[in-house]
């Protein structure tokens, strides 16, 4: 019985030293905390282009507005399409807002003339809606746009540019980026879009 009693206690003992040793594990671990998708990655810059009719388009006009801007060329066979088309589905679905614009920007200003850019645009928009934007103007600018503006590289020719899409809140500070040839990061974009949405005054 005492061999019994023994080996009782020890077994309680290894259970006990077990517990406080997971416990202690857990307490250091760090802790996750949930939050929203959107964070804030610094200011959105202020910008002067051409828009698609070869009106002067300013960033001044979209203050005020959650906007997501996004970059491609005419001209591209790769993900621009892809990029494109995913964004048109971003518009219908919230074409009803008066809350949101999209301003897509052309990596390719040579090429894309506001003439070009209006006969590429009615591939995914009609005509006459100026709640999606395109956009073209000065190699430097755009570069400059790209890269100190929005953070995402550009080189290359043709020119080699970012998939992904910034949300930029009413208050022009960059929420966050989104891989817009992703099904997944668009679906997320969308969720954030509907939440901002709902948080934002009647206008």
Not at 32 to 53: K, M
Not at 94 to 112: A, H, L, N
Not at 126 to 134: A, C, E, I, P, R
Request: charged fraction near 20%; include cysteine; charge should be negative.
């Amino acid at each position: 019985m005492a061999v019994v009693a023994r080996f009782v206690a020890v077994l309680i003992l290894c259970l006990v030293i077990l517990g406080i040793s997971n416990l202690a594990q857990k307490l250091s671990e760090p802790q996750v905390i949930v939050q929203r998708e959107s964070a804030d990655f610094g200011p959105a810059p202020q910008f002067a282009l051409i828009n698609e009719h070869g009106a002067p388009f300013n960033s001044a006009e979209l203050e005020g507005k959650l906007y997501v801007a996004s970059f491609f060329f005419t001209s591209c066979r790769g993900p621009c399409p892809i990029i494109n088309a995913n964004i048109a589905k971003l518009h219908k679905q919230f074409s009803k807002y008066p809350g949101i614009r999209f301003v897509s920007i052309s990596v390719d200003p040579e090429t894309d003339t506001p003439d070009k850019l209006s006969d590429y645009s009615t591939k995914f928009k009609s005509d006459d809606d100026n709640s999606w934007t395109f956009l073209t103007g000065t190699t430097e600018q755009i570069v400059q746009l790209s890269e100190q503006g929005f953070h995402v590289a550009l080189s290359g020719n043709p020119p080699i540019h970012t998939n992904r899409a910034a949300l930029v809140s009413p208050a022009s500070r960059i929420l966050g980026f989104y891989d817009a040839t992703d099904t997944d990061e668009m679906k997320r974009l969308a969720k954030e879009i509907s939440s901002l949405l709902s948080e934002a005054p009647p206008s």
